[in-house]
């Protein structure tokens, strides 16, 4: 099957409005449009709808536009965000939709919830149902340059868990020969909720709203598959010794307790030692850097409590490890934007993107500040004029070396051919 | 020398170790501490392939997804180290296993795919395998145990159910097992504490006057004893107790003689006594529980005799229990300790070595920004140090000083003036190092003509040289400085606040007078002779960049003629080259 057949395509859709169902209704007629544009395809032959969508949209009233226009077994998955990615307007939609369509994409979802109670429990169930079917054959999984034909997809809930937990439940199941990538859900920096949205085919009669969950997709495609993760950030001053953790809080840091340790080796501002929500603001420029085999992994600072004097990440780290806290500047975060794209489409071996999802760190865009739209257009010019949308995340999926998958601050793209 | 495989060790390898300790160590039991090993080794080493391995079978394995997993390709790449093991949708990857110790015939095994495994990696694996070893001996250990310990619970429920129809104390009987219970589970308990609940609870739910738990030489807990009697009893006590510990039965006398061997119990005297033993794992004899009634009419019952015995074998579980979480936390803090040192010198190793030259240069970047009081306290300390050596040697000081010249002369005149400031500061104290002045220095250091000692002498006196040498660069340097064996009779000597590259050179020179002093080892006199080479931390060095000045300098002092300290200075690089 060559590269250029018809049996597969992409078309992506974004909406700005206020009314959920409304929104969603358009924003799949757009992508619609766009698939008839290219390929004369339509509706019918939709396996899969991807929602990135606002925590101001109800996701259930998001469902029921959806299905306006979507058959009821249709595959749909989604989730709330700290913000969206679409080309259709350059920047930020409240709404933003993916289709995939035609016989070269194949495509199985499964859901979980859990996670906060057992993160390598839920994701091990929800790979589990996934590949509950058949065992994978690894003839058809990579092509003949050993690229992957498959890839799994999994958004969580970003305020719930242990996330390297759940990628390593689902890594027990799917193991090397599977990539994962995908993102953990949003909610505009609110942090009380997020929420994901599955449906369709094999995942029950209604759509469903959930929380504490984990929504996979796995998707298998005739053509290859690339995926690009880069983060931009460099460590600051010396490493700091965690001395003592509990769960993703750091009691300490050299001894110290670690809020007071983190501000003042910052220099951090009068406003930000006294007001969570600075406090919060400030973090997110200065993440903590654990050091890793090829690049340092990027744990994302949530908060701080002022009374226990503890730091309060989106992850664990380990007692009695290294750690350093890392910046980054707009050229830095910008430049691996464009590696991340560049690595996701070098895997395509010179085949066109026909689309791509972008997960990116809400942190790098606070980082970025006015810059985040300069990314986005970036990215878009990156992949080239190809269906693209994403979301701005509380923490990104990327496996396909090793076993470690979670990250922070980091950009995944996800290119499909 | 070792700058070939420098890149790969940086402090991530102890960061890792440190991660997987925690993992297995927090497993419930066998079964969970292997698959946490298995995953716990393919994450540090950030590899596709983790699996444990235990007596010919893959007791737990991840990263082959749903495929079959090769068992025999992986038993085949524990019994041969070349051998590779097919990931399929992944590649060809390299093996890494490791043995899990003496105790158990098995290995931890890793397998990545596209990126060989460095020497730094192989030794945590190692240490990993070793942790795991220790853990699951442990935690088997814990598990018969606990099955002893559900048979105890069981008796405890034959115990109650006949209290509750004798005396209705049910609710109290449960509780206190069940608070002696949580106690023994929670490992940050003390032992004499759990012990003393044991007594206080034998002489409350017996309701007889005194208990007294006796556990091996030193351990004594009494309940219902005056301070005085509670003295005596401890110094002394009563017969009952160790006739029950020879007989390893309980042993009653419910009509104790007036006057007999219960004197130091005190007034009134005791008229009867129960005395159980507690038996660690069922047999061996580590002391008794004893309970006595000052009241002439009380009788210890077959009921009492049994609630006894069943408080002695929660004494007995506490005992041991604490010696298994003494083992696990001991092994695990020397499977540490050997992770991070050379086993033949106990000095630190490159890997090691290399995170504190890292930290050290961080925080030399830091300082120079805001210089910190504590580098000034130090640099005094060596320039007493300095001082008060032995005899310093001006032609070898001279000779460094030729290097310095071949150098970039306008910074090495800086420095030789503070460096002049130091050796004049011994009298003034804490008043000459300008602030912030402190810098990092690396001595890179072999030993000359290593190999013929081990040819003419034999390996023994060669391992016994490295020792003696490792002994006296550790006595020569303060504390804080780090001194290392990077491998075969290379050494290094991470000076972490010295003034300047002079100061530096200084104490490389009192190290080498030290290093090279003759020595009998195994009987034989050796006369040792050593090469020094200095670096000094310049702004943006990496570890990697300060040692390889340090290792120029050293092939410098070996072009010169071996046995001599040699300072780097720039275009060292293209005469070595």
């Known amino acids: ?417 | 020398m070792i700058r070939d495989d420098l890149q790969s060790l940086t402090a991530w390898t102890t960061q890792q170790l440190v991660a997987f300790l925690g993992s297995v160590s927090a497993a419930r039991d066998e079964t969970a501490a292997m698959q946490s090993a298995a995953e716990g080794v393919a994450i540090a080493a950030d590899a596709e392939v983790g699996a444990v391995i235990v007596d010919g079978v893959v007791r737990s394995c991840i990263g082959f997804g749903r495929h079959r997993v090769p068992a025999d390709a992986l038993l085949a790449a524990c019994r041969d180290s070349a051998a590779t093991v097919e990931i399929p949708g992944a590649g060809r990857a390299e093996v890494l296993a490791a043995e899990l110790g003496r105790n158990r015939p098995g290995h931890l095994l890793t397998a990545r795919v596209g990126a060989p495994f460095a020497a730094a990696e192989r030794g945590m694996i190692n240490a990993m395998a070793d942790v795991l070893g220790l853990a699951l001996d442990v935690l088997s250990a814990l598990e018969s145990e606990r099955a002893a310990r559900q048979l105890s619970e069981q008796h405890t429920r034959q115990v109650t159910e006949l209290l509750r129809t004798l005396r209705e104390q049910r609710q109290l009987t449960l509780s206190r097992f069940s608070r002696i219970q949580h106690l023994i589970a929670d490992r940050d308990c003390p032992l004499e504490q759990v012990l003393d609940e044991i007594t206080a609870t034998a002489g409350e739910l017996v309701e007889c006057d005194v208990s007294v738990l006796r556990v091996g030489p030193d351990s004594v807990s009494t309940y219902g004893l005056d301070d005085a009697a509670a003295a005596a009893v401890r110094s002394g006590g009563d017969e009952l107790g160790p006739r029950a510990e020879r007989c390893g039965i309980p042993v009653v006398d419910n009509d104790v003689a007036v006057g007999s061997g219960f004197a130091c119990f005190g007034e009134p005297s005791i008229r009867s006594a129960l005395a159980v033993p507690v038996l660690l794992r069922g047999s061996e004899t580590i002391g008794h529980l004893l309970l006595a009634s000052r009241h002439p009419d009380h009788r210890f019952t077959t009921l009492e005799e049994a609630l006894a015995t069943s408080l002695a074998e929660h004494a007995a579980l506490a005992v041991q229990d604490a010696q298994t979480v003494d083992a696990l936390r001991k092994a695990l803090s020397d499977a540490q300790h050997r992770a991070s040192h050379d086993p033949l010198t106990g000095l630190a190793n490159r890997a090691t070595f290399l995170s504190a030259l890292e930290s050290a240069l961080a925080h030399q970047e830091s300082q120079e920004s805001a210089p910190r009081g504590d580098a000034e306290t130090s640099s005094v300390e060596i320039g007493d140090q300095v001082d008060g050596a032995p005899g310093l040697d001006d032609g070898e000081s001279g000779e460094s000083g030729e290097s310095g010249e071949s150098g970039e002369s306008g910074e090495s005149g800086e420095s030789g003036e503070s460096g002049e400031e130091t050796t004049e500061s011994s009298d003034g104290r804490r008043t000459r190092s300008p602030r912030g002045a402190a810098t990092t220095c690396v001595l890179y250091i072999d030993l000359d003509y290593f190999k013929q000692i081990n040819d003419t002498h034999g390996h023994l006196v060669g391992d016994q040289l490295l020792v003696v040498t490792a002994s006296r660069l550790r006595h020569g340097v303060r504390e804080g400085d780090v001194v290392a064996r990077l491998g075969g009779d290379e050494f290094a000597v991470l000076l972490t606040s010295v003034a300047d590259e002079q100061q530096a050179q200084a104490i490389a020179q009192r190290l080498y007078l030290a290093v090279t002093r003759p020595a009998q080892l195994h009987g034989e006199s050796v006369w040792p002779s050593a090469s020094f080479g200095v670096a000094a931390a310049v702004p943006d060095d990496t570890p990697i960049s300060v040692i390889t000045r340090a290792d120029l300098a050293l092939y410098e002092a070996k072009r010169r003629g071996r046995g001599q300290v040699a300072v780097y200075r720039a275009g060292m690089g293209e005469s070595a080259a």
Not at chain 1, 113 to 125: K, M, V
Not at chain 1, 365 to 382: F, M, P, Q, T, V
């Open chain 1, 1 to 417: 099957m060559g590269w250029d057949d018809t049996t597969r395509w992409c078309a992506a859709g974004a909406s700005v409005l206020g009314d959920s169902a409304g929104a969603a209704e358009e924003a799949v007629r757009r992508a619609l449009a766009q698939a008839t544009g290219d390929t004369g395809v339509g509706a019918d032959q939709v396996v899969l709808a991807v929602a990135f969508v606002s925590a101001a949209h109800d996701l259930a009233d998001v469902a029921t536009g959806l299905r306006r226009l979507l058959a009821a077994d249709v595959p749909v998955v989604g989730c709330t965000t700290a913000g969206e990615i679409a080309e259709a307007t350059g920047r930020d939609s409240d709404l933003a939709v993916m289709l995939f369509g035609g016989s070269g994409f194949s495509v199985r979802t499964a859901w979980a919830t859990g996670l906060g109670e057992d993160s390598a429990g839920t994701g091990q169930r929800v790979a589990e149902l996934l590949y509950a079917d058949q065992d994978v054959d690894p003839g058809v999984l990579r092509d003949e340059d050993g690229g992957p034909r498959e890839v799994v997809m999994l958004l969580s809930d970003g305020l719930a868990g242990d996330q390297q937990a759940m990628v390593t439940g689902v890594y027990r199941v799917t193991g090397a020969p599977i990539p994962l990538v995908g993102g953990c859900a949003g909610d505009d920096l609110v942090m009380s909720a997020t929420y994901q949205l599955i449906g369709g085919a094999g995942a029950g009669p209604t759509d469903r709203v959930l929380r504490d969950s984990v929504v996979g997709v796995r998707l298998r495609s005739d053509g290859p598959i690339g995926i690009g993760v880069r983060h931009g950030w460099t460590r600051v001053g010396s490493p700091l010794v965690v001395t003592a953790t509990e769960g993703s809080s750091v009691g300490s840091l050299d001894g110290r307790p670690a809020l007071d340790a983190y501000l003042q080796l910052l220099d951090a501002p009068e406003q930000a030692r006294t007001d969570p929500a600075a406090f919060t603001r400030f973090a997110l420029n200065h993440p903590l850097g654990i050091a890793g085999r090829s690049q340092d992994l990027v744990r994302f600072v949530t908060g701080a409590d002022f009374e226990a004097r503890t730091l309060e990440l989106v992850a664990p780290v380990p007692q009695g490890g290294l750690t350093w806290i890392m910046t980054g500047d707009v050229d830095s975060v910008l430049s691996a934007s464009d590696e991340a794209c560049r690595l996701a489409v070098e895997a395509l071996e010179g085949r066109p993107a026909r689309g791509v999802i972008a997960f990116d760190c809400i942190a790098r865009r606070a980082a970025l500040g006015e810059d985040s739209d300069e990314e986005i257009r970036r990215i878009g010019e990156r992949v080239g004029d190809v269906p693209l949308i994403g979301f701005y995340t509380y923490g990104e999926i990327a496996r396909t070396r090793g076993m470690g998958g979670f990250h922070n601050q980091t950009l995944v793209v996800l290119a499909v051919a």
